[in-house]
């Protein structure tokens, strides 16, 4: 069960990290499979920047690697040079505006204030870890956070029944095991939020 926590906690922590990620390259003309590939480019050293090392690393089709190397190299952030030992090698490097995209770009800038926070404090299980990494993340990008009543500000439990504050609903057990889009983790709480 942990596994599978530990896996959509994961899963969820990325899919937020992709959506802000999305946003990022949309608003310069470009989708996240190119930043993917100038990230790459920037760190790999002078025998891995080809074709074929690119799409084995982010695991894409040589074809997607052509196209998107075309397209970076129309934008003037690539560019292609034969090698000098053997003319059927061709390295793509960045040019200088590439280096100076990735430099403006990487890394995320929620991913960086969330990184702070969660560096000082210390944690016991990895599901632990990651559950408040998610919910530093979801605030600091002012997301929703999709949770379970139980970590809500407006769940209270009166008499043995469950009552949602907000819909002044009461609600079935059921009910408050199911995620919710308006819930609102309780004041310095990252802890139970459902993923
Ligand atoms: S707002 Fe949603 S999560 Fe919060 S108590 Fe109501 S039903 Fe539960």
Redesign the pocket.
Known sequence: MQELDTFKLIERISSLLRSEERKKYAAIGLQPIHGQVLEYLAKCNKYSNTHAAVAEYLGLTKGTVSQTIQILERKHYLEKETDSLDGRVVHIKLTEAGIRLIDELKPLDMFKQAETKISRQEFDTIGQALQTTLGVLQKVNHSKSF???R??????VEEHHY?????Q?A?DRS??EK??????PTPNSFIDQEY
């Open positions: 949770g379970l009543c970590s809500c500000q407006y769940f209270s009552l949602c504050g907000l819909t609903q609600l009910d408050t995620i919710c889009r308006e819930h609102t």
